[in-house]
């Protein structure tokens, strides 16, 4: 009876289920801000860190498109990026470490930055970036348990639940959240959809309405650079349409994109052009939608002296707390702007190594397609500032992970193919 009890707290079922319910009881405390749902998120959480360590990993992931709602009353600080650090002291105790090198030295230049400019609230970001990286450094290592391709799969479908669940929560109101932040990852997540409808062969009605949502969200929140990066996902048909062998998924896929958007512009055809009104309205540095404006402020600054080309301008507070500008409103120009050249190119070779360990080695070979949800990630980014976030690490990872999926799933039906062309006759012959 133990033996049984055990498996079954240790289910990816149950992890599934409880980030569902979390997910839901935050979405509810956001919106109705009764402290009861917020609880009820918590406790679920605490329950997790019970279960073995790739379910609990498989939780996190789902919770991860819904960070920003994780947090109590009006606070800014999220609790996810708290939480993480419990899990990877959960890691740290039952399995080895392998650090990530280039992380160290680019938290070096990072705290000298910070000691230039004195802003000590980087520390804490710092802390958070470090235990993330290096869990995923340590977790996704070649020979790993983790980086088998069932365990990726799994992890690919706590991404997509954990994204819808976010979704319907915008859709139906029944959460506040930020424009952008909480969608970043949602059209790197349809994209992982259709890649998955295509090779599993697997475009059902599940995958349409999963697809619908996400979109969904996306118009429901009037994201310019989230509808943007959805164009990228046309590269996935144009890519397969001319492979052999995959035609027929890629023209299935594109029944279900089409079908995906006749429902949008019919149920979503107020917001659409809300958002259409939003690509024309008046650019001011003031509240963000002077993006270019912002970016060429932030570089400038970045340029304006030896030291701040090689070590940046230390965080945006000094210049969004002036009331003159907002946020940066691109990450990779935050990168620059933040820790300057010498950051820049540290934390690049950070996230170089982790791709390296995941994409890299392996069997199969890479190809273009694969990075399509890296290529909407990126895009999204290129909109909003999220360094040293949460999200923006773990949406690179999980681009990282479907390419290193597609690579096994790609030449395990190549295995399958040649053996099936090996097979002798089934003509039996009898002996006289």
């Not at 390296?356 to 500032?385: A, D, E, L, N």
């Not at 999200?391 to 290193?404: C, E, G, N, P, Y």
């Amino acid at each position: 009876m133990r033996k049984t009890l055990t498996l079954e707290l240790n289910s990816p079922i149950i992890a599934y289920t409880s980030g569902i319910i979390a997910v839901l009881a935050f979405s509810f405390y956001s919106g109705t801000g009764l402290s009861l749902f917020f609880f009820i998120g918590m406790l679920i959480m605490l329950f997790a860190v019970l279960f073995d360590f790739g379910n609990l990993f498989l939780f996190c992931v789902l919770l991860y498109p819904s960070l920003d709602i994780i947090k109590y009353g009006k606070t800014a600080a999220a609790l996810f990026g708290y939480y993480m650090l419990i899990v990877f002291v959960k890691y740290m105790f039952t399995h080895r470490i392998k650090l990530n090198y280039p992380l160290f030295v680019h938290m070096a230049f990072a705290l000298l930055t910070a000691m230039i400019y004195s802003q000590t609230s980087i520390f804490t970001q710092l802390i958070r970036t470090l235990a993330l990286i290096t869990l995923f450094t340590s977790m996704f290592k070649e020979n790993s348990k983790y980086l088998s391709k069932d365990y990726i799969y799994k992890v690919l479908i706590a991404t997509g639940i954990g994204a819808v669940c976010s979704s319907i929560g915008i859709i139906f109101d029944f959460k506040k959240v930020e424009r952008n932040y909480s969608i970043a990852m949602f059209s790197c997540v349809i994209a992982i959809i259709l890649l998955l409808s295509i090779y599993t062969k697997k475009s059902n009605i599940k995958s349409l309405l999963q697809i619908l949502l996400l979109v969904g969200g996306i118009i429901s929140t009037l994201s310019r650079t989230a509808t943007i990066s959805l164009l990228a996902i046309l590269i996935i048909p144009i890519c397969l349409l001319g492979v052999k062998g995959k035609r027929t998924s890629t023209i299935k896929v594109l029944l279900i994109v089409f079908l995906v958007l006749v429902l949008i512009f019919t149920i979503f055809s107020t917001a659409i052009e809300n958002l259409i009104d939003r690509f024309n309205e008046e650019e001011t540095m003031v509240d963000g939608n002077g993006r270019t404006t912002l970016w060429k402020f932030y570089l400038q600054e970045w340029a304006s002296t030896p030291i701040r080309i090689l070590l940046g301008n230390g965080l945006n507070s000094t210049y969004v707390q002036s009331g003159m500008v907002n946020s940066e409103h691109n990450t990779y120009i935050q990168m620059l702007s933040t820790t300057g050249l010498l950051g820049t190119i540290t934390l690049l070779a950070t996230f170089a190594v982790l791709f390296k360990q995941i994409c890299m080695m392996g069997k199969g070979k890479m190809r273009f397609h694969y990075f399509v949800p890296f290529i909407c990630s990126t895009i999204c980014y290129f909109g909003i500032s999220a360094l040293y976030s949460d999200a923006f690490h773990f949406t690179l990872l999980i681009s990282f992970l479907i390419v290193r999926y597609l690579k096994e799933a790609n030449e395990s039906s190549k295995a399958i193919s040649e053996i099936n062309t090996k097979q002798p006759s089934n003509t039996e012959i009898v002996p006289v």
